[in-house]
Nanobody
Framework: QVQLVESGGGLVQAGGALRLSCAAS????????MGWYRQAPGRQRELVAS???????NYVDSVKGRFTISRDNAKKTVDLQMKSLKLEDTAVYYC?????????WGQGTQVTVSS
């Protein structure tokens, strides 16, 4: 099994920056793609960014140029650096890991962007 714990969420003003971190533990040798998802009230959960084991990244159009996903396979962490935050970025952000045995989710961390 894999356990994922997110940290770094909070309240930030529009235009500011925030860095989210996800730490993996447990049986992590089979992890492949990892990603960050978010879900705003009344909205569907959406993929924000993903990164393969080899470092290939994908982003939803709305965050391109503002967010950067990275991973450290040795430390077993995946980060999401968010800058130029907008009100519409407000959501609960979830870390997800895909492995050969299944999918694993973190508990989520709240990001609130204020004016």
């Amino acid at each position: 099994q894999v356990q994922l714990v997110e940290s770094g969420g909070g309240l930030v003003q529009a235009g500011g920056a925030l860095r989210l971190s996800c730490a993996a533990s447990g049986i992590t040798s089979g992890m492949n793609t990892m990603g960050w998802y978010r879900q705003a009230p009344g909205r569907q959960r959406e993929l924000v960014a993903s990164i393969s084991r080899g470092g290939n990244t994908n982003y939803v159009d709305s965050v391109k140029g503002r967010f950067t996903i990275s991973r450290d396979n040795a430390k077993k962490t995946v980060d999401l650096q968010m800058k130029s935050l907008k009100l519409e970025d407000t959501a609960v952000y979830y870390c997800k890991a895909d492995s050969q045995w299944g999918q694993y989710w973190g508990q989520g961390t709240q990001v609130t962007v204020s004016s």
